[in-house]
């Protein structure tokens, strides 16, 4: 069994989904000729290819920086936090390299559901929006953190007897400018961390949210923007659920009331319908009887 590609219910390949009665033949298609669709390395660089290997580029990028680091610009930070800060660095370049390759199907729901979603909140939570969002939150992140580090005695203190090496720190924070050299290391090392990381991410998303518009072009969209596909799956549950798979009836009988006489409630009964003959179309006989 497969699954639908609009309403996401299993159904044999090569016939039309039992639930929507969507024609999944594009996305088998899609399945097989995408190399996207392969997984593994062989999928993420197809996936990337289309944006010249992007944020693969920033990954290397930011491995050679994050060594330049190490060796020079990060001098006066303990070696194991710069160890850490490349790890760190590359690993989050690649780890979210690799999440919106995996995402990218969802990518797509999110993009096709973000035009119905209300409110200001929802409105920044879409992907494209998102991939804008990021990077500029790193910019502000990055400008709190060094504020926070050369107007804060604590946090220097903290810094100086955790993060730097011991003696680099002076007894005489000094002023302004002084305190923003004493702690350059560490401003560059999580501002380009942080940099970094945000841009992989953006560049990524902007590759799913590319292949999410190729797959809209080619295949069926998902059952949440088909209404008559919706409302058409949701009555066949609902008939499943009541034991009325063919259709149902439901007769309403209604009530009149004279001065004088007591009111009496309208009453209805239901039948199973019956396809009219040759049509497939559900009718039954108008109800003959009506008390009052
Ligand atoms: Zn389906």
Not at 102 to 119: C, D, K, V, Y
Request: hydrophobic share 45%; charged share 20%.
């Amino acid at each position: 069994m497969a699954e639908c590609i609009v309403c996401k219910g299993e159904y044999t390949p090569g016939s039309l989904c039992p639930r929507c009665r969507a024609d999944n033949r594009p996305w088998e298609r899609w399945q097989q000729n995408r190399p996207e669709e392969r997984g593994e390395l062989e999928g993420l660089e197809a996936f990337m290819r289309p944006h010249l290997y992007l944020p693969l580029a920033i990954t290397i990028f930011a491995f050679f920086c994050s060594l330049l680091g190490i060796a020079i610009v990060w001098d006066g930070i303990r070696p194991g936090f710069r160890l850490l800060a490349v790890i760190l660095i590359v690993g989050g370049c690649l780890l979210v390299t690799y999440a919106n390759y995996e995402a990218r199907h969802s990518i797509r729901e999110q993009m096709l559901l973000a035009p119905l979603r209300r409110g200001w909140l929802a409105a920044l939570n879409t992907p494209r929006r998102q991939a804008i969002i990021i990077p500029a939150l790193t910019i502000l992140l990055a400008f709190l953190l060094v504020a926070g580090m050369v107007s804060s005695r604590l946090l220097r203190e903290l810094l100086c007897r955790l993060v730097f090496d011991p003696g680099y720190c002076k007894e005489d924070p000094g002023g302004f400018r002084e305190r923003v050299t004493e702690a350059l290391p560490l401003i560059l090392m999580l501002c380009s961390g942080g940099f970094l990381v945000s841009f992989t991410y953006s560049s990524s998303l902007l590759l799913a949210m590319r292949y999410a518009k190729e797959k809209n072009r080619a295949l069926p969209r998902p059952l949440f923007t088909d209404d008559n596909r919706l409302a058409d799956v949701v009555r066949k549950a609902v008939e499943e659920i009541l034991g009325r798979t063919g259709g149902m009836v439901v007769h309403m009988i209604g009530t009149r009331t004279t001065s004088g006489s007591t009111v009496q409630q309208p009453t209805w009964h239901e039948e199973q319908a019956t396809p009219a003959p040759g049509t497939g179309a559900i009718w039954s006989e108008p109800p003959t009887a009506a008390s009052g």
